[in-house]
């Protein structure tokens, strides 16, 4: 419409590599002209409205698009679209609290096959760029933990956009409290195993008998990481109500499949 720059959210179905998917991708009109010379990421497309020229621009990491989406999120809204539904479907945790005002959003740039934003210190978002059929392991299992168990040694799930076509439904974005952190266990382990060589390299064969018994700071990191990933499966075994995630014993048959 005329002078309407809003985001919206656009599904289209492509072959790449041999594969045919669906795929997401949010966006919205800059009416600025569009810049053949420079690089620009976000820069999609040439748009032109009569005589205005404008430009087709990704925004999943935009902090207008991001607004919308937690604030939607907060809400609960549901949004219908020529026999599709795009539901916001907050957990209770975010639903019963106050949302944060987006004031900062930080695109993470490692992330390959999604576009995740950090925003602020409260959330991270997570636009899926492939659009799956099925439940999401990720929402299932996050929105697990944080409704059905008292386990609070993973961050939050806040909530789940999906679209939900007559007898279909797939994943759309996701949203997490954001946890503070010094980083993932493989890399802290990367780390300590790079420092562990270097220091060992310039040690005599005979080094090491004079060592301290006490346990290195990373052995202690270890085991509080065995502590909280046994504690997890612990919450995820607690609920034999839930018919998803009701415990099974393993049989043999299953341990020789694992084999």
Do not use: C
Request: aromatic share 8%; proline share 5%.
């Amino acid at each position: 419409n005329e002078g309407d720059d809003r985001p919206w959210v656009a599904f289209f179905e492509a072959t790449l590599r041999g594969r045919h998917g669906r795929y997401i991708l949010p966006m919205r009109i800059e009416w600025q002209r569009f810049d053949r010379e420079s690089y620009d990421p976000k820069a999609l497309a040439a748009v032109r409205q009569g005589a205005r020229e404008g430009t087709l621009i990704d925004v999943a990491s935009d902090k207008d698009f991001v607004a919308t989406l937690i604030d939607n999120l907060h809400r609960g809204v549901v949004i219908e679209e020529m026999n599709a539904h795009l539901a916001f479907q907050p957990t209770h945790v975010f639903a019963q609290g106050e949302a944060r005002p987006v004031d900062n959003v930080h695109a993470v740039e490692a992330e390959q096959s999604n576009s995740t934003s950090l925003v602020g210190a409260d959330y991270v978002v997570k636009v899926y760029r492939k659009l799956e059929s099925g439940i999401s392991p990720e929402i299932e299992m996050g929105r697990f933990l944080t409704e059905e168990t008292s386990f609070a040694n993973t961050p939050a799930l806040l909530g789940s956009v999906e679209l939900i076509e007559s007898k279909r439904r797939g994943a759309v974005a996701v949203v997490h409290a954001f946890v503070q952190n010094q980083g993932d266990a493989w890399a802290v382990t990367a780390s300590h195993l790079d420092r562990f060589a270097d220091e060992h390299r310039l040690l005599p064969p005979d080094a090491g008998a004079d060592e301290p018994a006490e346990p290195a700071p990373y052995a202690l990191y270890m085991l509080q990481t065995g502590k909280r990933v046994a504690e997890m499966h612990m919450a995820l075994a607690s609920r034999n109500d839930i018919t998803a995630f009701r415990p099974e014993p393993v049989t043999a048959t299953d341990t020789q499949g694992w084999i």
